[in-house]
């Protein structure tokens, strides 16, 4: 069993998924030769050949409705959007083909896609190379979102992305790329979509987040702990469908709880998920609900990017005052 | 206004391949493939059951029992004559009103009525069953034309996408990109253009400053062609080879020009913009006199041929629209069937509430 | 004073812009002799002649880009997206140049351009004619979301828009287009953006809306004051950015909540809404908040649009509801 | 891999204008206004001087004094030659890698380092105010151009908007839409298409079959051209008419035919996937030497002129890195100034929480 890097993870996972099903294809803007900007592609090319580990041309309106017309024909082509940025000229065919090929045919048509793309701050790229748009997505019938954020959920969860049959965006935080090593196996082993995983347990609070926040909001709860306050830490992963039984029952032991996520603020996914316990947990809270999350700016170019970033002091106070109401 | 001028055969180097003028008088030999009464005769009933059929749709929106429809009077050449050159193997995307095309490949007249009823079931094929629904976002579909050619492709089938797209599509980058992609891979994709000179309200002077559309595959490194796209047996030979060459590797783009006799769907009144006379000049090039013309000359189309055939045009027709009228509408929980392969749970209670009638 | 239709409003409002101020430009697909495929534009052309009133090419990216170049520029041009399920070409210049011009460049170049366009369902068009993505704008910072609910407020929201220095995006509802008609004085007084208005007064529950729902809720209320509850009818009119206070005020007093949106339901910004108040106003709140909202599915086609229309019996039923929730 | 074979001057349709071989030596007379000392030193100048600045940036990137920065190395010509083609009143709307273009047209070399370091005051140019910042969507400054040329014909001013693209943005919808729509304005704007043969690891080939890029201009009705861009006499006439053009109305394409000579961006390591042995042979062909060996022929550069310069231009460029160095950062609350025009009440709050040095 090899220790890596999530980016390896999810390379080792799209080599499987060619390696089992020959209608899997990668395409992309230099995911051939070049294995992609960030090599999560590496090696296929010399694996599996032109035909299936594509360079396209560089135009991601193209790509993402390709992808409708390969999966209608029965192709699982993953697509890679060299960063989250540029998915933009993508989103027409995200929204009005990929997410709707099955119910505008009443399932005669379908669209196994998934496209891949880095999110997110934290290597101080140009402009353009940082955004958290999830809840763009997550906003859209008909797709799932899902987040990995380990090296092994990486690859179980990409797995199960390409499997599944209908599309699904496939968000990578580019902070985590090669953050951690973890020893992953290369069994097939898919993970669980559409579900919450529970990174932590506590029974003082419960802390909501996904991605590449997952390890601010860790060591927050480290921190926290070393104050007396156990925090139960969830990772969303899949933010739709969102299984929001995983929260409502951690809160409805917990009575508190921060949403962490590095999007800005006003009509992130943090929203929804305070919604819901709004809605369906109001008599648990035993404080009102938190949100520690990007501001509603523009995202700054790489010198201020920290500054942005929600970090794990702003989690941590946001904690401890949650837990300290009364 | 007369914007569309320089959009006629003006161009010597983009030459306008063509078979029957006007009056249906044959310029040129008639490709020995199609010369025959059967295959011409086909062709001719295909375009009046469409018009028919069209006419049909028109009138049950005026009456309230269709949603918004587009019309394709006029266009119908161009549309059964892809039809009639398409592969059953091959892959239609078609724009909005390429019914012509749809019902020559099989798609029933029901199924249209029940799309454009807005019902969705209507887009479940019986007969072609992979090709593409209508498309409704301008030039969407060309992107999909890419994926599927290259499906053909990766399994070394000998079969072609045919992508349709109206002159106004033509203004949009997916159609560029998508001609472009089809060039570097080689792929077995055919474009046609259904230039009709009008989208909605803006002729194509003011889309493009190109003399022609199909000049526009030389930025793609393809093959551009024009045709008269009120000569069907022009149609059918132009994009019959062109299907050819693409099933062989080169893709093609196809200008066909035609014209849009109607409003631009049931919600327009093209009064507001054109005017009568430019139509009514125009009715004098419509393909389906301009092939009957040319069987009555031949001796191969008789007034009893005529009335056989609307008669069974008009039956068939009717019968559909019964069909249709028929139909049990969709129960609003359907809404939630084929969103996703396996509805996921989180959205059980959603589809309960309607069920419960409480939606 | 005439009594004009929401549509005829924006006419009238363009008009009058274009009129005080040479700079306001009106541009998009069919706005020129044929005056808007809802008339929107109608008589702009013969007003104001073919360089300030242009029929493009058919493409939205070209459109709104555009009016980042002519923004930049000085001009304030004044784009109509036929209808918003054409729109999603567009967002690349909106999300990555629109928003972001003024602060990329430190105020050295801005971007006053409005982007109008149609949005939901109500009149029975085909695919692509009915969508609420309202959400996606929100979440964007560097936009103004606004949307009109009555023709008064449709004119001098719109002035208001186009005076701005920044970028508005004016999201007009097509169910109302011609739903009313109401006397609008063409005397170029512009309406607040910014800011929430309250449509109806009262103590007993709060109902938070925008756009085309602002009637069924506003019926609702009716409904429901016959059954002795007083509703307060909040207009959130600006989505972006959002005027809190306002709904914060009236949630204070009444201690319930319902928000009513056309949208669907996940990462709607009903979302936005209720998590600002499990964060802001928990102790005032008597009653779990209530979503109103449209199904996380595909807008059907327009046989089932009733069907998924959030309809005034779901609006009373969740504020009777949440009313008697002790 | 050798794949951009084709694109060398293969299309005699589409030829290549050069006044200058790769040595150096005259091909043909050297346009009359360009013919003197001073115009071609200054040229040359300048290509000494985007090239000493740029390995200055690429130095202070790997010493971790800079961010993530793209070379322009190889490519001066085309960005040199842009610049002195340009008018002071029109607008520039570069990409990325247009460093010599800025430079000339009066941004510092301190404001284009402050931009790479990651801070946006580098983009508030206290010289041409009006040009638009770098554009790292590729493609997505082209409809920029078409509002800006839009704002020069309805104000009647005759200024041309540039625009400079990748070969690689050859393959995004918006460059069609964008040259297209110019056609049917008549706008003044003048697209350039920097050819350096390679996106990131992609060389053209897999962009396009068309033969020339140049081409793409027949897909938009406006004239397209091919010039040699490592001959900078040759872009600076060529975008010089081409500008001349455009300003009364006809809008232009040019491919300028360079080479990538280093990495795709300070990220990037090229060795990847192209031969070590076709970038040696690309360095016969670079433009700053070229010019070089033409101006030492004409006795119009000494070893004391080379000299002078090598002293001055490193002179500059060393102050602008000292400048670059000692800027103060911008406080974090910063990040709110410039957002909207006011600040929205509603955001006071999240300022705030960054002042206190709470975020
Ligand atoms: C992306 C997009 N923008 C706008 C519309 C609205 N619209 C529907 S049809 C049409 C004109 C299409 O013209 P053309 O491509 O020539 O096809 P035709 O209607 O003539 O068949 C427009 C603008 C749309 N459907 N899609
Ligand atoms: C829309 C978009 N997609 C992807 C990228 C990532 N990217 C940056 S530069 C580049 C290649 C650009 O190639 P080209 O246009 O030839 O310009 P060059 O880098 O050669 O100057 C890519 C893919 C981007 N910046 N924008
Ligand atoms: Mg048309
Ligand atoms: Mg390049």
């Known amino acids: 069993m090899a220790e890596v890097t999530l980016v390896e993870a999810v390379a080792m996972a799209l080599g499987r998924a060619m390696d089992e099903d020959p209608t ?39 790509i993402a409705g390709m992808c409708v017309g390969l999966g209608a024909q029965g192709f699982r082509p993953v697509a890679e ?14 929204v009005n083909h990929a997410s709707r090929l099955r119910n505008r045919t009443r399932g005669r048509l379908s669209c196994p896609m998934v496209m891949r793309m880095p999110m997110g701050t934290g290597i101080k790229a140009p402009e353009h190379h940082s955004e958290s748009v999830e809840s763009m997505f997550a906003h859209i019938p008909g797709l799932r979102v899902v987040i990995p954020s380990t090296p092994s959920r990486a690859y179980g969860l990409l797995l199960a992305a390409i499997r599944d049959p209908d599309p699904v965006i496939f968000l990578e935080p580019t902070r985590l790329y090669r953050a951690v ?17 529970v990174m932590r347990e506590g029974s003082d609070l419960t802390l909501v987040t996904w991605g590449a926040m997952t390890r601010e909001t860790l060591a927050a709860a480290d921190a926290l702990a070393e104050e007396g306050i156990e925090a139960e830490v969830i990772d969303v992963a899949t933010l739709k469908p969102l299984d929001e039984e995983t929260i409502l029952d951690s809160v409805g032991r917990t009575g508190r ?54 970090g794990i002091d702003r989690i941590v106070a946001a904690g401890r005052e949650t837990v300290r109401f009364q | ?43 001719y009933a295909a375009m009046v059951r469409t018009r028919t059929f069209d006419q049909k749709a028109v009138s049950l929106q005026r009456t309230g029992r269709l949603g918004t429809y587009a019309s394709s009077l006029g266009q119908e050449a161009v549309s059964v004559g892809i039809g009639a050159a398409m592969d059953p193997a ?14 020559w490949r099989g798609v029933t007249m029901t199924e249209i009525l029940q799309y454009w009823s807005g019902d969705e079931r209507g887009c479940d094929y019986a007969g072609p069953r992979e090709d593409f629904p209508v498309a409704i976002p301008v030039a969407s ?47 077995p994709a055919v ?85 009568d006379a430019e139509v009514s000049a125009r009715w004098q090039e419509e393909p389906v006199l301009r092939l009957r013309n040319y069987l009555v000359a031949r001796d191969w189309w008789s007034k009893a041929d005529e009335e056989a055939l609307i008669r069974q045009v008009r039956e068939d027709v009717d019968g559909a629209v019964e069909a249709y009228l028929a139909l049990p509408p969709q129960p609003p929980a359907a809404m939630f069937d084929h969103l996703y392969a396996v509805l996921p749970p989180s959205l059980a209670a959603q589809r309960a509430l309607l069920e419960d009638g409480d939606g």
């Not at chain 2, 959009?7 to 493939?33: C, H, M, N």
């Open chain 2, 141 to 187: 579909q060309a992107p999909h034309a890419v994926g599927v050619a290259m499906a053909f492709q990766l399994r070394g089938e000998k079969r072609a996408a045919l992508c349709i797209l109206g002159d106004g599509a033509t203004s949009k980058g997916d159609f560029y990109e998508s001609i472009n992609a089809c060039g570097v891979w080689n792929l």
């Open chain 1, 24 to 62: 899997v294809l990668v395409l992309g803007e230099d995911v051939g030769r070049d294995g992609g900007v960030f090599r999560a592609t590496e090696g296929l090319l010399d694996r599996f050949g032109p035909a299936r580990v594509r360079d396209t041309p560089l135009a991601e309106g193209l």
């Open chain 2, 191 to 275: 474009f046609v253009i259904n230039n009709n000179r009008w989208a909605i309200s803006e002729p194509v002077a003011m889309q493009t400053a190109a003399e022609t559309l199909a000049q526009k595959a030389v930025a793609a490194g393809i093959a551009g062609v024009r045709v008269d796209g009120n000569d069907v047996v022009a149609v059918r030979h132009v994009v019959g080879r062109a299907l050819e060459e693409a099933r062989s590797g080169r893709p093609q783009l196809v200008e066909a020009l035609t014209y849009r006799l109607g409003d631009h769907t049931t919600a327009d009144d093209a009064r507001r913009y054109r005017d």
């Open chain 1, 81 to 94: 959007i060299q960063f989250m940025g540029f998915v933009y000229p993508a989103l027409d065919q995200i």
């Open chain 1, 181 to 197: 090593r973890e020893e992953v196996a290369d069994d097939g082993a898919a993970a669980e979509l559409d579900c919450c995983y």
């Open chain 2, 1 to 43: 206004m007369n914007a569309v001028d320089r959009f006629e055969e003006g161009s010597p180097s983009w030459p306008v391949t063509r078979y029957l003028d006007k009056g249906g008088s044959a310029l040129q030999d008639i490709p020995s493939a199609l010369d025959d009464r059967q295959t011409l005769a086909a062709l």
């Open chain 1, 257 to 310: 709880c921060v949403i962490v996520h590095e999007a800005a603020l006003t009509a992130g996914f943090g929203g929804e998920i305070a919604a819901r316990l709004a809605e369906k947990a109001l008599l648990s809270l035993a404080a009102p609900v938190r949100r520690v999350a990007g501001f509603d700016t523009v995202m700054p170019l790489p010198r201020l990017e920290d500054a942005y970033l929600p």
């Open chain 2, 90 to 103: 091959d892959v239609l995307l078609p724009a909005f009103r390429d019914h012509g095309a749809m019902l």
